[in-house]
């Protein structure tokens, strides 16, 4: 059922756009994740055409901090503690442009 | 008297305020439970033992100096908790159980242990869950697999299983859990314990490790419906920090479900549900307790509601999208290891997501279930005009073995069937004990609408107050 709905090459781009490494595992995912969405057409036996969606439950909207609220926050310490690398008190990324 | 660490928080609070035993007695009790059986169960991936020793002595000394009107400002002052591995725990190890967030210490508190530990309760530890709660078995742990105390051969059910197996095997008083979908009523299901999903909103999830940020409840398992509405109004409540927590009225739901009576309350029970493939066993036992809430003097009235079976399409595409966001902050830079650590279940949840989210699929997927999602919400808004509440298994079967959720490439959403349509809609639920099949415990599963968490927890409790399903436990050591 749902065989090759995703394709191994779509996993190989998926995997990519995810940075996610599945080398070696290309047909499992792809069996697996064309299973999955396969199971979707079931929606197709119900009428949305005049439905909105939603996106959300609670009907809230804009939602603002009041300025007195949540005055305290992680101190530069704090928010480094767990950085793979820091210097001078940044984050150390790795590049995103080529040079 | 019953040993310590089989209390109720109710009964513990008696206890403390009676001073027939102190805060330091009562954690000790659950330590040394935790050595006596957790090496079988392996429920917990981290303890805190001397923090928790140290506060009770605090607690103990509090007490002693203001007398039992403490409680009225703290109301869970000196009981020890076991709290799941994805509420983040300032200064604790808080890994998900997951190999990305392995070593990972928080700079700070969600905002449900905070208000717990304000109420004075005592962390004993994080237990075991499936890696960033993708499960609902709790074998996709990074880790190790938690045991079914009923059956060390068994799943507890997931994805907060550890949190499950720890109350029912009586390691704590009461453990925190975390609900997306089944996560919380599914393991309090298949471990013979109560399991409260309240409302999206009425909890913050300030802190918690994101799964799918529109469904994400946290939520207690308890061995009583008292104690999950004494919990509830500790954790309840608007949080500046978390925008989607609900300004709605909470209240002290304890107190309030105390006079809760069944008379002319009128319980749905929702024809598809029971259509499903549900197991002889669990079909007996909610029959029969719909036979008990009838003799109690609510109306079991049959209706019909759309099939949960659409529900899973529903809950799957939004669900893996939300997690294919949520976890492309984990890149190994700022915190927790790089994206290499990613387990296979994680790494196909994400991929799922990044598809039905790419351009040219969006409509198809997220769009259209987004769509059906309004339906399911419709539909439960038709119910409620009809009935207060309704009534359904929590799952389709008993607790399965070990191993058997690696058989499909869907088994959680395929589990968590019947608690799926509540949760995308937002609506609240519980999991109470309705007796044995085939030596495993059966939930049933009381749902009603938004912020109606009075009604699940008054049924329940009238439930419970005529019934002794809720006290059995497993034949451990």
Redesign the interface.
Known sequence: MGKNI?SKE??KK??E??????SGEEEK?S???S???S??E??N??D?SN????????G?TN?F??GS??TVT?TQE??L????MEEKGL????PVFDR | MKELHKLTITEAIEGLKNADFSSVELVEACFKRIEQVDDDIKAFVTLTKDLALEKAKSADEGLKKKGVKVFEERPLLGIPYACKDNFSTKGIKTTASSNVLKEYIPPFESTVTRRLNEAGAILLGKTNMDAFAHGSSTETSDFFKTKNPWDLNKVPGGSSGGSAAAVASDMCIFAMGSETAGSVRGPASWCGTTGLKPSYGRVSRYGVVAMASSTDSPGPLTKSVDDAALVLSVIAGKDPLDATSSPERTSNYLSEIQKFNLKGLKIGKPKSYFDLDLEYGVRQRVEEACDVFEKLGAEIVGMELLSPKYSIAVYTILQRSEVSSNLARLDGIRYGNDRSNFGFEAKKRIMLGTYALSSGYYDAYYAKVQKVRTLVIDDFNKAFEKVDLLIAPSMPCVALDLGESEKSSMFGELMDVLTEPSSIAGICGISIPVGIADNMPVGAMLMANMHEEEKILGAAKVFQSSTDFHLERPNLK
């Open positions: 995703i779509e996993v998926i995997a756009l995810s940075e996610l490494e599945v995912f069996e697996l994740l299973d999955t969405i199971y979707v079931i929606l036996e119900l949305t439905t909105s969606e939603t996106y959300q439950v609670t809230l939602i901090q009041k609220e949540n992680l704090e928010a503690e767990n950085a793979d984050f150390v990324t790795d």
